[in-house]
């Protein structure tokens, strides 16, 4: 019976149906026809998880593993920092691959996507779940790119920690502290990794000070490196006090010595070592009082008598208190310090038990997951990741999307593991899977058992509301605690090859904004066209390679323009009367309102009523009155753009009985234009956030061509032989900056972009930019 089973373990093939019925367990034969592994896509996988080797454990163990044993983790950095080889690593270090994937050789197992591996960069989050020492570990790696900042958004969402990779060479870099921020927002306990550490001009010095300084954070060294540079040939475990040393005869990194520090051969190492384990004991008393205690009473006189269990039992509490972060350091690329970290990742990171998600107490453990992510498969049709945060869900059960108010069948339940996916029978608290068959769940959709438990749940969180004197609908957003989508501040039209085609290009773009949220399609009310509006160029450059080589579609992109908004500067008031006769029902409306600029930035218009307007308003008048605020706002008069910042008042409504709301919302909207119109107006551009990582020899024709694009600099930095410049400019003037950026710096400089606000811009270059758009309105 166990030869098969190990047969099926070690060499990852489909059972056959001879090898089950010779199998004398019928449980294990009915969950091993479940438990099917799809095809390998010319990588080769050692073993499901929980089947690695010849170890060989219940498949109880592998498919619903002890929730103190599970861990959701993400890999988050700025781009290029080693995100995807650290994973690679990973997944080669824990058994479930038996080659070493390279992102330069485009053969790594996150990066699936063929825009993925051309470019050498991540695109898309890709789950991964893998066993490590008896853990079982779901592992995400995440963009670093600015464009698919959301990505790594929507999935913080649902992890338990973080692993923060950095340039051992760079430290904190741009998009560092964006995901940094996202980690904080959604309170997820890290660890930093330095990596990098052979690379030459690496600094664990320069690291761990440019994250205490620019991250605010409290760096605990758990680890010193052995030699920098060229010269890195292993790690000191500060906890332990032992080094741990990669010999050039294991090339894969997988064997390493791990040997106590002794006062004869490493007299000066462990003189340091000691030193900062001190510092380490001193520094997690001040951050953990039972930590405290405990030193200030047993261990007072002599720190080197501290059992190291003690001392990593109050490293995972400190973590989990997000008081301080744990620092390791390695190479992923030259193979070494990649196995101490899975190692601190079991050790200080926090299982789902330990983390408090307070919507939780409502469910009484009912079935509450978080559709995180959504993906199509051409054979299998739209496949959701989903973490489950309690209660548990089997195939052909039906769920209840909150968000979208619908019932839906779980028709399979698959294991992610990147692109290929192990059928599992059930799915239970903590874990993270894919579900196949929802047709209608999206990112960010909350998942209950049915209708009546999330209503149940909701009466819960309403009643714990009013104890605390807080109102219903902060309550109803923890419950439906989805992803913030930001606006999109690029914009073009594409068209499908013919008119025959439209409603491919519509099924496609359906299926993508499905994907990714932070893609928005609208039609062009003058020309009819349709506008894809995204995150960046190179944002819209992959969903137009996408269109073309997922759908089949050569569609045709118009040229980048940029996501303007407009706004007033002066208060205008305005009268407007809609008087029309429909069949023997007169529909009559006059409305006096005020616009006027707000104090404080607000994408939505604010909207006010007067005293003798608000007293006896019908509730669907009021409906119709926002309606046609809203939808007034959606267009400036200057470049058709939205309108931010303003204010309405409603001074006086005057309706006719039995006239109708779309007539009160359409006199409304007509006569903010007509408002608007008698403004002065002003339009708004995008600021971006820009730092530029450049040689000392080329800053000067860089900070040249940055005063051309209007920027404005801020402070230049020095990091070792590079000048860091950081300052603003609009988002007008950078498209296409990477190639000139390129030229100038003979392709030695970076760059990263992120949007700081919106802005008004010179009444020269307002004038500019309608004398522009104007005479392209006439050509057209």
């Known amino acids: 019976m166990f ?131 008896g853990y079982r570990v779901n592992l995400i790696d995440t963009p670093g790119h600015v464009d698919f900042t959301l990505e790594v958004e929507r999935c913080l969402r649902v992890l338990d920690g973080a692993v923060a ?20 927002k959604h309170k997820i306990p890290r660890i930093c990794f330095l990596n990098k550490m052979d690379k030459t001009g690496a600094s664990f010095k320069y690291a761990v000070e440019s994250i205490r300084e620019k991250l605010k954070a409290k760096p605990l060294l758990l680890q010193l490196p052995l030699g920098e540079g060229k010269a890195f040939k292993g790690v000191v475990d500060v906890v332990s006090k032992e080094k741990l040393l990669w010999n050039r005869p294991s ?8 040997k106590s520090l002794l006062e004869t051969s490493d007299a000066e190492l462990l003189k340091e070592t000691t030193e900062a384990r001190n510092d380490l004991i001193e520094q997690i008393a001040d951050l953990d009082d039972e930590f405290a205690d405990l030193v200030l009473g047993e261990f007072s006189e002599n720190f080197d008598l501290l059992p190291t269990e003690k001392l990593q039992a109050a490293i995972h509490r400190v973590t989990l208190a997000q008081t301080a972060v744990p620092v390791l350091c390695g190479s992923a690329l030259k193979n070494k310090g990649v196995q101490p970290l899975l190692d601190a990742i079991t050790m200080y990171l926090p299982s789902p038990e330990e983390r408090k998600y307070e919507f939780l107490q409502w469910y009484k453990g009912d079935l509450c997951a978080l559709a995180f992510k959504v993906l199509h498969d051409k054979q299998r049709g739209p496949l959701v990741f989903m973490r489950i945060y309690s209660g548990m869900i089997k195939p052909q059960s039906a769920i209840y999307n909150i968000n979208g108010n ?19 029978p059930s799915l239970t608290a903590g874990n993270i899977a894919l579900t196949v068959g929802l047709k209608h769940t999206a990112t960010g959709d909350t998942i209950a058992s049915s209708k009546s438990s999330a209503l149940a749940a909701a009466r819960r969180a309403g009643r714990e509301g009013e104890k605390q004197h807080r109102q219903n609908n902060e309550a109803e957003r923890l419950l439906l605690a989805g992803v913030e989508i930001p606006e999109p501040v690029f914009f073009c039209t594409i068209e499908p090859p013919s008119v025959a085609r439209q409603p491919d290009l519509d099924y496609a773009l359906k299926c993508l904004q499905r994907e990714d949220p932070s893609l928005k399609v609208k039609q ?171 040689m000392g020899d080329y800053l000067s024709p860089v900070l040249a061509d940055l005063a051309q694009r209007r920027g404005t600099i801020q402070e230049i930095q020095t990091r070792q032989e590079n000048k860091i410049v950081i300052g603003f400019v609009p988002l007008a003037e950078i498209m296409g900056y990477s190639t000139v950026l390129r030229t100038l710096t003979s392709g030695s400089a970076t760059f990263a972009l992120e949007l700081c606000n919106y802005q008004a811009m010179n009444p020269q270059d307002q004038a500019t930019l309608l004398g522009r758009r104007s005479g392209l309105n006439q050509v057209l």
């Open 251 to 258: 090339e894969d990194g997988k064997d390493f010595e791990r």
């Open 406 to 424: 619908c019932t839906e069948r779980v028709s399979r339940l698959l294991l992610p593991f990147a692109d290929q996916h192990i059928e599992i």
């Open 524 to 694: 062009d009310p003058d020309s009819g066209q349709t506008v894809l509006c995204g995150m960046g160029e190179l944002h819209i450059e992959i969903i137009h390679d996408r269109i073309k080589r997922e759908y089949g579609l050569e569609t045709y992109l118009g040229p980048l323009q940029v996501a303007y908004r407009e706004t007033i500067l002066n208060a205008v008031r305005a009268t407007d009367t809609l008087d029309r006769t429909l069949g023997d029902k007169r529909h009559l409306v006059t409305v006096d309102l005020e616009v006027k600029p707000t104090e404080t930035p607000s994408v939505t218009p604010i909207i006010k009523y007067a005293p003798s307007v608000s007293e006896d308003l019908p509730k669907v008048s009021q409906e119709a009155i926002e309606n046609g605020i809203h939808s007034a706002c959606l267009q400036g008069p200057l470049l058709g753009s939205p309108i931010q910042d303003v204010a309405i008042t409603l001074h006086s409504l005057i309706i006719h009985p039995g006239t109708s709301t779309t007539m009160i919302s359409a006199c409304v909207s007509r006569c903010i234009q007509k408002a608007l119109k008698k403004a002065d107006k002003q339009v708004l551009e995008p600021l971006m956030n820009l730092e530029v990582t450049v």
């Open 3 to 133: 030869s098969n089973l190990r047969k099926f373990g070690v060499n990852h093939k489909k059972i056959s149906i001879l090898h089950v019925n010779n199998m004398c367990c019928c449980k294990i034969k009915a969950s091993l026809k479940r438990l099917k592994p799809y095809v390998p896509l010319g990588r080769s996988y050692s073993s499901l998880p929980g089947l690695v080797g010849n170890d060989i454990k219940s498949l109880h163990s592998v498919i619903s593993p002890p929730i103190a044993k599970i861990r959701n983790i993400g890999i988050m950095a700025h781009i290029d920092a080693g995100k995807t080889t650290t994973t690679e690593r990973i997944l080669y270090y824990s058994g479930y691959t038996r080659s070493l994937g390279d992102v330069d050789d485009g053969d790594t197992v996150t990066d699936f996507m063929a825009q993925e591996r051309e470019r050498g960069i991540t695109i898309q989050s890709a789950a991964v779940t893998f066993d490590w020492k």
């Open 165 to 184: 990779v950095f340039d051992a060479s760079a430290g904190v870099e741009a998009q560092t502290l964006t995901v940094w921020r996202q980690a904080d």
